[in-house]
């Protein structure tokens, strides 16, 4: 069966600080990957999405950035944190027939503070 | 802009129905309904998903209006593991969105015993 983990599950960095959020998928191959951000409240913003290892599509201009070195592993970075970074994000995964049936399946998510 | 209306928030009591509405008045022909929902504190997950007929699984019924205008989710005995916030979504249509989803602001349904 497959599952998909993220790291770490709680968060808190001061404003400045770089940030490294790593989410891996067992038990499938070619996912499309997906990270989504959720501020205070409900409703999740997409921030980046990738069909395949080295690409990266960014929904939303931001200070934040993507990576996929490896099939099953989507990494969100930045290099200086912003207090409107805060938030609970979530990485997603989907097979990648490209049909727009295809189910999302999520992460436990990083909640991210900055302080 | 997610495209879909739905309540800000609802009650249902214990092993009672629940319909929860949405309203996507501008949808198109080729774009499919998808529900999921977020318990607190965790990732969302799938519910259900249509296009003009409706659907039924294990977890839950979707009835889409004959203009496809709207559509409502119905719990058909609710238990207090269903409370959470649920999120009608009109895919992406422009045959290039690869699963995007666009998630609004949901209904949070809570569930009495």
């Known amino acids: 069966s497959q599952t998909i983990h993220q790291w770490p599950a709680t968060l808190v960095q001061p404003v400045g600080s770089p940030l490294s959020l790593e989410c891996t998928v067992e038990?499938?191959?070619?996912?499309?990957l997906y990270w989504y951000r959720q501020a205070a409240g409900r409703g999740l913003q997409l921030l980046f999405y990738s069909v395949g290892i080295g690409q990266i599509s960014s929904e939303v201009p931001q200070n934040l950035s993507a990576s996929r070195p490896q099939d099953r592993q989507f990494i969100l970075s930045s290099k200086k944190l912003l207090l409107s970074d805060s938030g609970f994000y979530l990485c997603?995964?989907?097979?990648?027939?490209?049909?727009?049936?295809?189910?999302?399946?999520f992460g436990p998510g990083t909640r991210l503070t900055v302080l | 802009d997610a495209k879909t209306t739905q309540p800000n928030s609802m009650e249902s009591n214990e092993e009672e129905p629940v319909h929860l509405p949405c309203n996507h008045s501008t949808i198109s022909g080729t774009d499919y309904i998808h529900w999921y929902r977020q318990l607190p504190s965790q990732g969302p997950e799938y519910v259900i998903h249509?296009?003009?007929s409706n659907v039924n699984n294990r977890m839950a019924s979707l009835a889409i209006a004959e203009d496809r205008k709207s559509s409502t989710l119905i719990l058909h005995r609710a238990t207090l593991r269903d409370a959470a916030v649920y999120y009608c979504?009109?895919?992406?249509?422009?045959?290039?969105?690869?699963?995007?989803?666009?998630f609004g602001q949901g209904t949070i349904l809570t569930v009495h015993p």
């Open positions: 979504i009109r895919d992406n249509a422009g045959g290039t969105s690869y699963g995007k989803l666009t």
């Open positions: 249509g296009l003009t």
């Open positions: 038990g499938t191959s070619n996912p499309n």
């Open positions: 997603a995964w989907s097979v990648s027939s490209g049909r727009r049936t295809d189910t999302q399946y």
